[in-house]
């Protein structure tokens, strides 16, 4: 990465399934990529819990002896419905606190393979961007071609002109997680010049914090 400026990535923010997926590659790449993680000195955010993908990368990280943060709507805590959280747990009341709190608690975000909660915030945070909401970079690590339908599907709308040229450079992706990581490390954000000029903070009365109720 010679030449290119790094951006200074502390903590990196994991969407993954809670599900361990059909092909063990997908259980490996989330070890693996905590392992990454870890020897980079990067802590990670997610969402809470011991199940699946995402209690492989915790668990991977916290072997690193990096600190990991869960974020978990109380309503998952009930009879321990997804586990004990690997490091420091915090509870909130909904879904949305709990991604913007991810929003601005993360320097990057990546995606690992999962279903539709994982979708919904990989392209929350997408639209997000979009709107200049966040400047961080968005990413996707494409295990065994997983994400290559998807890729496709965003590429098909940036060609019927739904996804403008300027947005579609929002989403990153590799196939190992050292690339990755590079790439975000190298990301350079373009704000759409119209969109940059949105306002997102609430009244004066209250203290300064991000109104993110619209959704695209």
């Known amino acids: 990465m010679e030449g290119v400026s790094v951006r200074k990535i502390k903590k990196i923010c994991v969407f993954c399934g809670a599900n361990s997926g059909k092909d063990v590659a997908f259980v490996n790449a989330a070890f693996h990529l905590g392992e990454v993680l870890g020897k980079r000195k990067i802590d990670l955010v997610y969402g ?3 199940l699946g993908l995402m209690g492989c990368v915790s668990t991977a990280v916290a072997q690193h002896e990096r600190q990991v943060l869960g974020i978990i709507p109380s309503a ?6 997804v586990g004990e959280t ?5 509870k909130v009341a909904t879904m949305q606190e709990r991604l913007v709190m991810m929003m601005e608690l993360s320097d990057a975000f990546i995606a690992l393979p999962g279903g539709f909660g994982t979708l919904e915030e990989l392209f929350q945070m997408i639209s997000w961007a979009q709107l200049s909401i966040h400047n961080k970079p968005i990413s996707v690590l494409n295990i065994n071609g997983f994400f290559n339908g998807l890729l496709s599907f965003v590429d098909h709308a940036v060609k019927q002109e739904f996804i403008t040229p300027r947005a579609r450079k929002i989403l990153i992706s590799a196939t190992t997680a050292d690339e990755l990581v590079d790439k975000l490390q190298a990301f350079r954000f373009e704000s759409d010049p119209a ?3 949105l306002k997102w903070s609430p009244s004066s009365s209250q203290k300064e914090k991000l109104d993110l109720t619209l959704r695209l």
């Not at 998952?76 to 419905?81: A, D, E, G, K, S």
């Not at 690997?86 to 915090?90: F, P, T, V, Y």
Request: aromatic content about 6%.
């Open 48 to 50: 809470g819990g011991k």
């Open 76 to 81: 998952f805590t009930v009879n321990n419905l």
């Open 86 to 90: 690997c490091g420091k747990e915090i």
């Open 195 to 197: 969109l940059s000029k």
